[in-house]
């Protein structure tokens, strides 16, 4: 499997402390079947990116690990504007293995029609985005007509694997599924910052999917996708999700006032 979402470097934003927190958390990728991993350390107001650093301690970690991981470096891309002046500039800086592909977090607490113009930006850029972990996300919850506009605007998705374990509980849980079979994820991902709480483990998701989906679409979302993206290639899996059934209906909560 390839896990193109991981926060494994050390002290580079809220992961890994110390590199020897680091190598078991790559030597636990390695056991779970993970092959290749993508270390995406945040830039956002809180965490500065810098791509220097963050190649010197990638480096690190793979001559420690060998062949039996392969490492590469992107990074969890707040999309502010300081960040799409930057990207602007050097459009490679940010993105998955220095090839197209960007995984682009939305805040939580406001998510401006602006946006839309702000992804086409990135677009005419050359990158492709990569809206993660939207299921996490309250105000894209509660909009999902906006995330499936994108995806038909050139976009992809990318769910975190614990969220559809129900580890980030029941609405991550269901809206994963629910994209999921409405054919709007393109990769699922680990989004590990440590060994315990949230390790970078697939497995079990893929095992997950592979009974509601197939194993194809499974092979698709932690493999050949990622791989794809990894490499800088087109995906080799997006379909059209008007294709996909419907949504079922949500049941509205009666309230009775007394």
Not at 84 to 97: Q, S, V
Not at 194 to 217: H, I, W
């Amino acid at each position: 499997m390839v896990d193109i979402h991981c926060h494994l470097l050390p002290g580079m934003d809220d992961g890994p402390d110390s590199l020897d927190d680091s190598l078991r958390m790559a030597e636990m990728a390695v056991a779970d079947g993970i092959t290749h991993l993508v270390a995406t350390p945040h830039s956002n107001d809180r965490y500065r990116f810098e791509p220097e650093a963050v190649q010197k301690r990638a480096s690190e970690i793979q001559q420690r690990m060998g062949d039996r991981l392969r490492l590469a470096t992107g990074c969890d891309f707040h999309l502010s504007f300081e960040n799409l002046e930057d990207a602007r500039a050097h459009p490679a800086k940010y993105t998955i293995n220095q090839k197209r592909y960007l995984l682009v977090e939305f805040a939580n607490f406001s998510i401006p029609p602006s946006m839309d113009d702000s992804l086409h930006r990135l677009q005419l850029l050359g990158m492709v985005p990569v809206v993660t972990h939207p299921e996490r996300n309250g105000l894209l919850r509660g909009s999902p007509a906006r995330l499936e506009e994108w995806v038909r605007r050139g976009c992809y998705v990318q769910v975190t694997a614990a969220s559809l374990l129900g580890r980030f509980g029941d609405a991550a849980r269901h809206w994963a599924e629910t994209w999921l079979d409405q054919d709007l994820v393109h990769f699922v991902a680990s989004d590990a910052h440590n060994t315990e709480s949230r390790p970078p483990r697939l497995r079990a998701a893929y095992d997950f999917v592979a009974a509601r989906k197939g194993e194809q679409v499974a092979q698709a979302l932690f493999r050949e996708n990622p791989l794809a993206a990894f490499e800088g290639r087109a995906l080799p899996y997006a379909p059209d999700p008007s294709d996909a059934p419907a949504a079922p209906p949500k049941r509205r909560k009666r309230f009775i006032f007394f």
